[in-house]
């Protein structure tokens, strides 16, 4: 794995968290992250592995620093296809939320898109997840649309908003 650049962030945690780019030997911790953070709808390491396969995907594991080593608290699942971006999956472990980390997991894939050439990057959102939307258009995201029954839950299914970020400010 790459260590990402830091950013001026501090952690609100004894423990300091850095983001580092993943890959293939990353799959089973990210999809343990991705079942633990969306439990309605989990990941085998097989389907995530077969997504950072995929041209264009870039995904960022975040760990915290202890003394019994690193601790994945985070991760980002990102592609780019020609000039769009897309933000697969994002997620950040309930005892790690609040500290500013899917701020940075964000970030990074705004980053990480631009650089491989895109020029908007796109994501769903479910419609009953506040804190992500507020996260989303503080970062500069706004809504293009909506998806009925995009996400599964355990009594149902719930609507996801399309949001887009546009890096030439259209």
């Known amino acids: 794995m790459t260590a990402i650049p830091p950013e001026t962030f501090r952690p609100q945690t004894s423990h300091p968290v850095r983001l580092q780019t993943a890959g293939l030997a990353d799959a089973a911790v990210i999809s343990a992250l991705q079942q633990g953070c969306f439990p309605d709808d989990p990941w085998g390491s097989e389907a995530v592995a077969s997504l950072i396969g995929q041209p264009g995907f870039f995904t960022v594991l975040a760990l915290r620093e202890g003394a019994e080593g690193d601790d ?8 780019v296809a020609v000039e769009d971006g897309e933000i697969i999956a994002i997620g950040v472990r309930a005892d790690a939320r609040g500290q500013g980390l899917g701020r940075r997991l964000v970030a990074a894939a705004l980053d990480g898109a631009r650089t491989r050439g895109a020029t908007a990057l796109f994501l769903e959102v479910a419609e009953d997840n506040g804190m992500a939307q507020s996260l989303y258009k503080s970062c500069g ?4 649309g909506r998806r009925p029954g995009y996400y599964r839950r355990a009594d149902g299914r719930v609507a996801a908003l399309v949001l887009r970020y546009s890096y030439t400010g259209e």
């Open 72 to 79: 994945p608290v985070g991760f980002l699942l990102a592609r």
């Open 141 to 144: 995201f706004f809504a293009i």
